[in-house]
């Protein structure tokens, strides 16, 4: 069975940092698209950012030039996240096996969610 497991979220003040891990059970995610979503309390999962197995990446607007994905390793992808605001309070949930694309319902793998809480 297919697992994605994040860790490192946690409460943090606004203007603050936290890196976020996901871990995978699959070797072969090293060859496919890796996403970051967000749900914030009343409000739909939206895109983060995402990088594919030749590390391109794609953020969303909000958090371009603050947030950085990379690929620590075959099984591992990261967020660090700077300069962290509270409306970027949400829990966060690492995705797999997506075509490149922002659309959550595209990726086949979630984890189970880390929460991130930043207060002012």
């Known amino acids: 069975q297919v697992q994605l497991v994040e860790s490192g979220g946690g409460l943090v003040q606004a203007g603050g940092s936290l890196k976020l891990s996901c871990a995978s059970s699959?070797?072969?995610?090293?060859?496919?698209?890796m996403a970051w979503f967000r749900q914030a309390p009343g409000k739909e999962r939206e895109f983060v950012a995402a990088?594919?197995?030749?590390?391109?990446r794609s953020y969303a607007d909000s958090v371009k030039g603050r947030f950085t994905i990379s690929r620590d390793n075959a099984n591992t992808v990261a967020l660090h996240m700077n300069n962290l605001k509270p409306e970027d309070t949400a829990v966060y949930y690492c995705?797999?096996?997506?075509?490149?694309?922002?659309?959550?319902?595209?990726?086949?793998?979630w984890g189970q969610g880390t929460q991130v809480t930043v207060s002012s």
């Open positions: 995705a797999a096996a997506g075509t490149w694309d922002s659309r959550p319902k595209s990726y086949a793998y």
């Open positions: 699959e070797r072969s995610f090293s060859r496919s698209t």
């Open positions: 990088i594919d197995w030749t590390t391109n």
